[in-house]
């Protein structure tokens, strides 16, 4: 809740301010910074969706499972949580590099005109087209093919989610002259129809037991995206390029905000101002420090899990509720600290302190975050 509510309101407080903005630079800036926001609130719209659903089923979650998995609902919110994802992740990467330029260049962009606007426009545009189609490209019809892990089928001979594998093993066991001619799952329903026909007085059996699919994003009950396959998993390309992508955005990430503090510290000692920027730079390198850290926290412990599932050294089936649950928020909530300042610490602080008047098991954590809330109460501009 903390991290929607403080994402939006940032996300408002931005949009009403770009829209009197006429410096290049800030404009930029306040831009990106608007789609960060954006795409924090969708992670937090996301978590909310996901409380709602686990007090929807409660105690009957089990007996309900498959039913949920293969739903449009647990699809749309894999599409959410994975578009907010990577609108955040990848304005987050051309907000590093443009800061970058920025330091570097110390030319401003001019003033804001119609044809400046419909470039940042466009950018923004080109950054949430990738992020949508990433995320929706899993739930299309036309790539079921390479997206469904299996089928659901309410009959013998199979046990909870049925794989191609054992479609094919069942199927020629039992009726050798039905054919499968491809590897579409219209034609695996179709041999599994022919399977158990039992005539016309009794046919719409067989339609029930055609089998339900199974999607990418419903592999665990928070449908997060599917970041843990194995070399045999068919996603397996597709899940490692985006695991890719985010570990490419991590890099670059670091390294302009550890140039940025290189090359100012450098620019102080070399004007002769360093004692006098002592403070500004201390407060620069905590920001980029925790820039770095959350980053750091949200994306290696993915990164280091998928590895090891994909070599097989854990099975991480079980972790996606531990990364839905701690790692996603991170970023979310420590977000519009760092990039929106005193106001998004203000809602933060009121918010820390109407849960410590709720709860005190939640008492340790808050004061927790509250601290380093405090020492990030920082200038937002670098």
């Known amino acids: 809740v903390a991290a929607l509510l403080v994402n939006f309101f940032s996300l408002l407080k931005h949009s ?3 829209l009197g903005m006429t410096a290049g630079s800030s404009y930029v800036n306040q831009t990106l910074v608007a789609m960060i926001a954006l795409g924090d609130s969708l992670i937090g719209l996301y978590m909310i ?27 749309a919110l894999g599409v959410l949580s994975t578009t907010g994802t990577l609108i955040s ?6 907000l590093s590099v443009f800061r970058m330029y920025s330091v570097r260049s110390m030319v401003g962009l001019g003033e804001v005109d119609a044809k ?4 940042v426009g466009l950018t923004c545009l080109g950054i949430t087209l990738v992020s949508v189609v990433i995320a929706i490209l899993p739930v299309l019809k036309l790539m079921s093919t ?6 659901m089928i309410e009959g013998p001979f199979f046990r909870d989610v049925a794989k191609r594998s054992d479609i094919k093993a069942v199927v020629d066991h ?22 158990y026909y039992l005539g016309p007085e009794v046919d719409n059996t067989a339609d029930s037991l055609k089998g339900t699919r199974l999607g990418f994003y419903g592999n665990q009950g928070v449908c997060l995206f599917k970041y843990f396959v194995t070399p045999s998993d068919p996603q397996m390309v597709f899940s490692i390029s985006i695991l890719g992508l985010s570990s490419l955005c991590f890099v670059v990430i670091t390294f302009c905000y550890i140039f940025i503090f290189t090359y100012a510290s450098s620019s102080m000692k070399n004007s002769g101002t360093i004692g006098k920027g002592k403070a500004t730079m201390s407060k620069l ?36 509720e531990f990364c839905s649950i701690l790692l996603i928020p991170i970023n979310s909530v420590i977000n519009p600290i760092i990039y929106n300042g005193d106001r998004a610490v203000s809602l933060l602080q009121n918010w820390f302190s109407v849960l410590r008047r709720k709860t005190t098991i939640l008492s340790g954590i808050v004061t927790i975050t ?11 501009a670098l």
């Open 16 to 18: 009403k301010e770009l």
């Open 49 to 75: 969706l996901v409380l709602v659903a686990t007090l929807q089923f409660g105690s009957n979650y089990c007996k309900a499972r498959y039913e949920w998995l293969s739903s449009w609902q647990c699809s």
């Open 89 to 94: 992740m990848l304005s987050m990467t051309v």
């Open 116 to 119: 400046f606007r419909l470039k």
């Open 146 to 151: 390479y997206f469904v892990n299996g089928l």
């Open 174 to 195: 039992f009726d050798s002259s039905i054919e499968i001619e491809t590897d579409s799952w219209e034609d695996y329903q179709r041999a599994i129809r022919k399977l």
């Open 285 to 320: 390198q905590k920001k980029v420090t925790l820039i770095i850290a959350t980053d750091f926290l949200t994306w290696m412990p993915f990164i280091t899990i998928a590895i090891l599932h994909c070599c097989r050294v854990l099975n991480a089936t079980n972790y996606y």
């Open 370 to 380: 509250e601290n380093i809330v405090a020492d990030t109460q920082t200038d937002t």
